[in-house]
């Protein structure tokens, strides 16, 4: 039951990660040159942006969870679980970012679904 809620934790944790971070990047905006004083810049943007600052706490979170989880179950069963994140990931994109999500999309995230459930069968 621990390793569900921990698993379920790492899941949410990734999904914000990459919510925040999405959240951040647009409003940074694009990089448009790799050189080295406009990439400074740009790190500088990012490394104040209060939710990038978020993203990474999220992922220092989700990255506690699988030291945690991993001490009690194996790679095998805990990689494949936490492969939830499409799931939970495409849900914020639609519902909180107000993205458009293709059937294809939604076809593949539930294909994911059936590869987890088929992964947690003991």
């Known amino acids: 039951m621990i390793t569900a809620l ?9 999904a914000a990660t990459d919510l925040f971070l999405t959240k ?7 990089v448009s040159t790799f050189a ?3 990439l400074l810049i740009f790190a500088g943007k990012a490394l104040s942006n209060r939710h990038v600052l ?3 706490a999220c992922a220092a979170i989700r990255f506690a969870g699988f030291l945690i989880v991993l ?4 790679l095998s069963f805990v ?44």
């Open 6 to 14: 921990v698993i379920a934790t790492m899941v949410v944790a990734d």
């Open 24 to 30: 951040g990047m647009r409003q940074i905006g694009q």
């Open 36 to 38: 080295p004083r406009a």
């Open 54 to 56: 978020t993203s990474m």
């Open 71 to 74: 001490s009690w179950a194996d």
């Open 79 to 122: 990689f494949p679980a936490t492969a939830l994140v499409y799931v939970v990931g495409t849900l914020a994109a639609k519902f909180i970012l107000e993205e458009t999500i293709s059937a294809h999309r939604w076809a593949g995230i539930m294909l994911v679904c059936l590869g987890v459930g088929l992964v947690s069968i003991p």
